[in-house]
């Protein structure tokens, strides 16, 4: 058999009983580990041991991913350190991933068989399938990589595993089996866009063949083992009648959002780590006709916009050796140069916000970007210090100036602490007076509904009774001034 190497599995090793999923009874359990030790303790020295540095589990509630139990990680660790006595995984590695895993399943097969595990046929097929995750894919990740639900998966070190899903973080019960094979998923990861981590870089970014974005920090960086995250890339991406049905937005305000992407006003999307501002910036792009030309930078693509006539531009990392950075900088100065219509930044965060500005002052009307900030105002100080380190030798009142002449709305997302999203401030940029640049809100979430029982947020989103916004004029010209009046009125009622 491919792969196979010429010692054979030991037939004689002592029957190693698989336990029930949920052990109901502690009574059996010394009866069963024993020999799982037994088997494991004779061919290979124990893999890990709990790091010393790891505090002490505090037992938070774990979800359970495929209900898994202890002895059902001892049973796979034993069947797993049989495999890799039998078989040459770098040869396997060159089979295409059926007939590896075909070749994975006989085996696997063979040694449960010779060392007599009891399992049932579902507990055995959810074996064979981790083994061959583990082997050939991404091993505990599968699971998750697999639920649309999930946005986040953050991976402290090889045994805690966290997720997001509804806005919460939670734990799970998924590990790795150690920090080496946590390591090795890790590499296997990154060695797909051409890089590697390992104590030399122990940096890197990538992404899964999904388009999920990926970050890994490796030891000796991070103390406790790799850690890594992934932004699950969604497929059905949200649209903005999602954020209604979700309230993230009332349907007022989603109406005027509409107004500002399609009457081209230039926009800006402020708010925390994952409050949703891609995916309001994705929902903004669903407003822009079909005839115009748009161009997208993005450090990692994730927008889907669906007009026929977009340009999609990524930006890419230095190599091993440090050459052939393009930024995100370059990828903005290019775009100008690209005859766009509209730019759209995925994330504006370093010097490229003065040629976005540039940009949007410059006839390229309807131009957006996201940036990190906690409220509209912050949005506006963040451009302004991006610009002053970027090395641009301007009076801050030219700065001001310029962000005010360039800027029309700051839309501002925020994810609360009961772990909703919304959009928290349409908000308007109107001017400067002396130094100070002078915004208007047009539409905030109100809080002062306190909490329900479960602990939701009670809060609505309510206009702030601005009957002609600056950009009035701007949503004439595009003939929308009635559906804009109708909206903001709806709005006041
Ligand atoms: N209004 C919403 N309601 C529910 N889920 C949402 C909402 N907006 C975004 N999400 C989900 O939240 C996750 C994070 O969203 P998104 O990537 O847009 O955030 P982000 O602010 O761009 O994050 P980052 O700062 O990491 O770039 C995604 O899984 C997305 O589907
Ligand atoms: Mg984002």
């Known amino acids: 058999m491919f792969g196979r190497r010429t010692a054979p599995l030991e037939a004689n090793e002592a029957p190693v009983k698989a336990a029930p999923k949920k052990p109901a009874a502690p009574a059996p359990k010394p009866k069963a580990a024993a020999p799982v030790k037994k088997a494991a303790a004779a061919p290979a020295p124990p893999r890990v041991a709990k790091p010393a540095s790891t505090p002490a589990a505090t037992a938070p509630d774990k979800v359970e991913i495929g209900g898994r139990s ?44 010779i060392k007599n595990v009891q399992m049932s046929i579902a507990e055995q097929e959810a074996l064979l399938q981790d083994i061959c995750n583990d082997v050939l894919g991404y091993g505990p990740l599968e699971p998750l990589l697999a639920r649309d639900d999930i946005a986040d998966i953050m991976v402290n070190g090889s045994s805690r595993v966290f997720i997001e899903v509804g806005g919460k973080i939670q734990l799970t019960n998924v590990r790795f089996r150690d920090n080496a094979q946590l390591m090795n998923i890790c590499q296997r990861i990154v060695s797909q866009v051409g890089r590697r981590v390992d104590e030399a870089s122990p940096i890197c970014d990538a992404r899964l063949p999904d388009g999920s974005r990926v970050n890994v920090i490796a030891p000796p960086l991070s103390i406790d083992g790799a850690a890594l995250t992934i932004r699950k890339f969604k497929k059905d991406k949200l649209t903005m009648n999602d954020l209604v049905n979700f309230a993230s937005i009332s349907p007022e305000g989603a109406k005027v959002l509409e107004i500002i992407g399609a009457c081209r006003i230039n926009t800006l999307i402020s708010g925390g780590t994952g409050s949703g501002k891609t995916t309001l910036l994705n929902c903004m792009t669903g407003f822009i006709e079909h005839d115009e030309r748009v161009i997208t930078c993005e450090d990692a693509a994730e927008l889907q916009l669906q007009q026929p006539h977009v340009v999609r531009l990524e930006t890419r990392p230095p190599n091993l050796e440090g050459q052939g950075e393009v930024t995100m900088r370059d990828l903005v100065k290019n775009c100008l140069r690209m005859r766009p219509e509209r730019i759209i930044v995925g994330e504006v965060r370093g010097p490229e ?22 409220s509209p105002r912050e949005g506006l100080q963040r451009i302004e210090s991006m610009i002053t380190m970027g090395g641009y030798n301007l009076p801050s009142k030219t700065i001001r100036e310029m962000i005010v002449g360039s800027i029309d709305v700051v839309i501002q997302a925020a994810r609360l602490r009961d772990g909703s999203r919304r959009i928290t401030h349409i908000t308007e940029v109107l001017g400067t007076e002396g130094d100070t640049i002078i915004t208007q809100d047009l539409f905030v979430y109100d809080m002062d509904g306190g909490e329900d029982e479960n602990g939701a947020i009670i809060g609505r989103h309510k206009s702030t009774g601005i009957a002609r916004p600056a950009f009035w004029d701007r949503a004439r010209y595009y003939g929308k001034e009635a559906e804009l009046a109708a909206a903001l009125d709806a709005a006041a009622e």
């Open 70 to 113: 202890d002895e059902y990680f001892q049973t796979k660790t034993t069947i797993f350190n049989a495999l890799i006595d039998t078989i040459d995984l770098s040869q396997l590695s060159q089979l295409d991933t059926e007939t590896a895993a075909e070749e994975i399943r006989d085996i696997v097969n063979e040694i449960i068989s």
């Open 353 to 374: 916000a003065f040629d976005l500005l540039q940009a949007m002052n410059t006839g390229h009307d309807g131009s957006m970007g996201t940036l990190h900030a906690n």
